[in-house]
């Protein structure tokens, strides 16, 4: 094998037109994906958007109705699991419970005939990566779950896989412990070079962790691109309102063909957009939390706004708005908590280019 | 010595009695005490007289009983393999194969009906169908397999394939509800590590599926080392398993001492049994 | 697909196994002949009629069904309080207390029946119809304890306190929590006390006597010294009775005992 060329290498994972039903619901309604040797996938969505599905199809769990997968460029959509180069990492992990630690992680390897020697070697590194040296005798019925999140890696990891599948690894942990999960799987994701496709429900998490993310929803794809474009440009009202906290503005085109949010008395001018504009066009303008800031009522095109709530979130505060109707959310640093209080009038304000216009489609 | 007062002022404290009262005496007037007169009786002369070991001796001498006993375990270990060897292709059936629930359930109901029913009914059905004219020969000799009708009746063949045939349902059940608890996910998980069919069956499910086929060995073993009606029955009274001794010691003879001596052997034999069986399952966790 | 179709054969020959003697006693209930016959010879319910005209097997299926109703009843009295004790209270010796109570299905019916009736000569009961419930009551008692026990779980203790915490007494609490809880555990398990108390033979052979016999044992008596049409005909009324019952069950609880947990 050689080192894959960035852009002109074949996709390790090359998932195309890939359609599930199950009775009336469309588990998957076409998907088409690639994904490169080494990257990190985030499948991001809201329960039930298809994700698991999309996984086991992935795997060999479940026949799509039509489309093609593809690894390494060879088609392996008609090879059942057993026989595919990728391994998963269960979302209750699907430990056996009659075995011990080590006789799970070294499933993989004695099922290819390697020689006992051998394995306990390799289940011994691969353990000692995890961090869980000298638990090899116990049952899974005897560890933790963030234990047992770790020995279901590292009995998907010993087999080197060149994909891992990973379903909500981390959804059964406390919150502490889940984000030093996350640390650690990124860490191990970069020093082994494995491609991880990682499906998750909770935003932060695929920000955190993803160098790209899938989001998903009813079945299809809605946007997929690195963390920080899908944040700052998101296709869709649906993407916006998934990923971090968006307000969401009306945009109507002036006579002057300017699109502009009327909010109250005042009419924000938004950026101009690549595609035509004409009168009456309307669009829809989304508005990060972190960028509205107090202001005075001078500045030019200040909003009005009475606060409605203020919620500590630690570090942070989250001031809730309304502007003449419009529920407008505003982010701040925590010192700044004593600053706001319910009922109390206060103007806001956003440099232009912090808008982001949808796209057409979006509205 | 102090603590034993304390030991009985927390028996009485603590023991339910409002709802243990009617059990416990029950049981202890109708059964433990029963068992216990049985006990005395097996080692106390007949003539009321004092202590003795002579009627275990008597039993435990005579090479005609170890016969027998030998010939009862016998009938029971075999009726128990093959009930385990019919009972688990149909267990895994029932459960993985059949996807119908409509099909299963009656499945089920066909399995729970000879349960429902006498043991008496059943072996009779086997009379019918074992004997001499029955349609089991007939089907044979007319199919040229074998020329003299078998003597099925009065053989351990016969008592055997009406015991199976009895104590089947007990193995399919017990198996069949442990490989229906079984998480597929595991199954899953196995073939995404490289397991084949075969390799996920030999790994994964039989080994979770046998405390559910050793359970139902244990229920098959035990009935079928007690089991009267069905040797009685099927035996034509020339073949002579334990049980039929006791019976004839306590209905026709009348020897409760020697009878007692016997019913303790079969007990304690079923029960070292068991015991054993319970010691060497492989499937106990070690901790 | 080799090894489907194997195992499909096998099960099916195995269910085969055991739906057919049941069905040779059916049909050979109808011949017309004096003697055992299947196929039968001719179609006829006159070997039904003789049974039911005949007052010694009406006798016995009387005092099976009294007598297996009355087991049950008592089974119930005796395991339901038992089981609660078990399920809700923590004393010495309570694991030696369930496997007393439980024991009667693991050891030899035939050794129970022997040591029953040597007791009730000593007590000089021995072959009345007191001597038959109370043996009958013992080995069925299990079936009770088995059903109801799974289901006084820890969460239906915190419903329990709930419901005194509401002010209702430990007895307003019984009736109206803790017994509509395990009502269905009570059902089946009364249901598996009747019916194995009106199929027992072992324990009840040493019990009857020629005017007080259940059908089991006058069955037993019967085929040991002839075999004809009638004992075919009692049985196909105790096979038809037992598939009702289960029909019933299936209906009302479902028996998809075999299906996949999910
Ligand atoms: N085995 C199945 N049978 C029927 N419907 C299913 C099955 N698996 C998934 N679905 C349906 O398909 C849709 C997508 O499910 P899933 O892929 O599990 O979503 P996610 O993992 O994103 O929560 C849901 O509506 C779900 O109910
Ligand atoms: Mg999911």
Redesign the interface.
Same mark, same amino acid.
């Given at each position: 094998m050689t080192a894959p060329v960035a852009g002109a290498a074949l996709p390790l994972l090359d998932i195309r037109d890939v359609a599930k039903r199950y009775g009336r619901v469309a588990a998957l309604a076409g998907v088409s994906l690639e994904i490169g040797q080494g990257e990190f996938v985030a499948l991001l969505g809201p329960s039930g958007c298809g994700k698991t599905t999309l996984l086991r199809c992935i795997? =060999? !769990?479940v026949a799509p109705d039509s489309g093609m997968i593809a690894i390494d460029g060879i088609d392996v959509t008609a090879l %059942?699991?057993?026989r595919r180069p /990728? +391994?998963?990492v !269960?979302q +209750?992990y @699907? /430990? !056996? %419970?009659?075995m011990t630690v080590a006789e799970n992680v070294g499933? =993989?390897p004695a099922? $290819?005939g390697v020689p006992r020697a051998e394995i306990a070697r390799e289940v011994d590194a691969a353990l000692a990566m995890v961090g869980l040296d000298g638990f090899a005798p116990r049952?899974p019925s005897q560890l933790s779950g963030g234990q047992q999140q770790r020995v279901a890696l590292a $009995? @998907?990891l010993i +087999?080197r896989p060149r994909l891992l599948l990973l379903d909500e690894p981390l959804g059964a942990l406390d919150l502490k412990l889940r984000k030093q999960m996350q640390l650690e799987l990124k860490r191990l994701q970069a020093r082994l070079g494995i491609t991880f496709v990682f499906v998750t429900h909770d935003q932060e998490e695929a920000m955190t962790m993803a160098d790209r993310i899938v989001v998903m929803e009813g079945g299809s794809i809605a946007q997929a691109g690195p963390a920080t474009e899908i944040y700052a440009r998101p296709c869709s009202r649906f993407v916006a309102g998934f990923i971090g906290e968006a307000n969401l503005l009306d945009l109507v085109a002036d006579p002057d063909g300017r699109l502009r949010a009327r909010i109250g008395g005042a009419a924000i001018v938004a950026p101009l957009s690549g595609s035509g504009s004409g009168v009456g066009l309307s669009r829809v303008g989304m508005l990060r939390a972190e960028a509205l800031r107090p202001a005075t009522a001078d500045v030019p095109d200040a909003v009005a706004a009475t606060v409605t709530d203020v919620v500590d979130t630690g570090g942070q505060v989250l001031v809730h708005l309304d502007a003449a109707g419009i529920a407008l959310m505003m982010r701040r640093l925590g010192d700044a908590r004593a600053a706001f209080a319910a009922g109390q009038r206060i103007h806001v304000a956003w440099s232009p280019e912090a808008l982001h216009v949808l796209p057409e489609q979006a509205g | 010595m102090t603590r034993l007062p304390a030991f009985l002022g927390a028996l009485r404290r603590d023991m339910p009695w409002p709802l243990l009262a009617a059990p416990l005496l029950f049981f202890a007037a109708f059964f433990a005490f029963p068992l216990a007169v049985v006990l005395v009786a097996s080692v106390t002369a007949a003539d009321g007289g004092g202590l003795t070991l002579a009627h275990y001796a008597r039993v435990l001498l005579d090479a005609y009983h170890w016969d027998i006993l030998w010939l009862t375990l016998r009938i029971a270990f075999v009726t128990t393999a093959i009930a385990m060897m019919l009972g688990y292709p149909l267990a895994y059936y029932l459960v993985r194969v059949v996807e119908a629930r409509w099909l299963r359930r009656a499945c089920v109901v066909l399995l729970v009906i000879p349960l429902f029913t006498s043991n008496i009914v059943r072996s009779f059905g086997w009379m019918v169908l074992l004997g001499r004219v029955g349609i089991v020969n007939e089907t044979l000799q007319g199919a040229g397999l074998i020329e003299r009708p078998i003597r099925f009746l009065g053989s351990e063949t016969g008592i055997v394939i009406g015991l199976v045939y009895i104590l089947l349902p007990f193995v399919v059940l017990t198996t069949g509800n442990a490989i229906a608890a079984i998480d597929r996910r595991l199954e899953e998980a196995a073939s995404d590590l490289g397991a084949g069919p075969a390799q996920r069956f030999r790994t994964i499910v039989w080994p979770l599926s046998l405390p559910g086929l050793l359970s139902g060995a244990v229920i098959v073993f035990t009935l079928a080392v007690s089991a009267y009606v069905t040797p009685a029955l099927l035996s034509s009274g020339r073949v002579t398993v334990f049980s039929m001794l006791i019976y004839q010691q306590y209905a026709s003879v009348f020897d409760f001492h020697y009878g007692g001596a016997l019913s303790v052997v079969l007990l304690v034999a079923t029960l070292l049994l068991l015991w054993a069986a319970a010691a060497i399952d492989p499937t106990r966790r070690r901790t | 697909m080799i090894a489907r179709v194997a195992l499909g054969g096998l099960a099916w020959l195995t269910l085969a196994y055991l739906a057919f003697p049941l069905v040779v006693i059916l049909g050979a209930s109808l011949t017309t002949t004096e003697f055992l016959a299947f196929p039968p010879r001719g179609l006829t319910l006159a070997w039904y009629g003789r049974v039911v005209a005949d007052p010694s097997y009406v006798g016995a299926f009387w005092t099976s069904t009294w007598l297996a109703a009355l087991a049950a009843a008592s089974a119930v009295l005796l395991g339901l309080p038992a089981s609660l004790a078990i399920a809700r209270h923590d004393f010495p010796g309570k694991a030696a207390l369930a496997a007393l109570l439980m024991s009667p299905l693991l050891l030899p019916h035939i050794v129970l029946g022997a040591a029953l009736l040597q007791y009730c000569v000593h007590v000089g009961i021995a072959r009345t119809p007191l001597a038959l419930l109370v043996g009958h009551t013992v080995i069925v008692a299990p079936f009770v304890i088995r059903a109801v026990l799974p289901l006084l779980t820890a969460e239906q203790r915190a419903l329990e306190e709930a419901s005194m915490d509401l002010g209702a007494g430990p007895f307003q609490t019984f009736c109206r929590v803790t017994l509509p809880l395990v009502r269905s555990g009570v059902v089946s398990g009364a249901l598996f006390a009747f019916i194995s108390s009106w199929i027992n033979v072992e324990l009840s052979m040493f019990g009857t006597t020629a005017s007080m016999t259940t059908v089991p044992v006058k069955l037993l008596n019967h085929v040991q010294y002839q075999v004809d049409p009638l004992i075919a005909a009692v049985s196909g009324i105790t096979i038809l009775a037992a598939a009702a019952a289960i029909v019933a069950i299936d209906v009302v609880f479902g028996l998809d005992l075999l299906a996949e947990r999910k």
């Open positions: 795997a =060999g !769990f %059942p699991p057993h /990728l +391994n998963t !269960f +209750n @699907a /430990l !056996f %419970p009659h499933y =993989g099922r $290819r049952r $009995r @998907a +087999n | - | -």
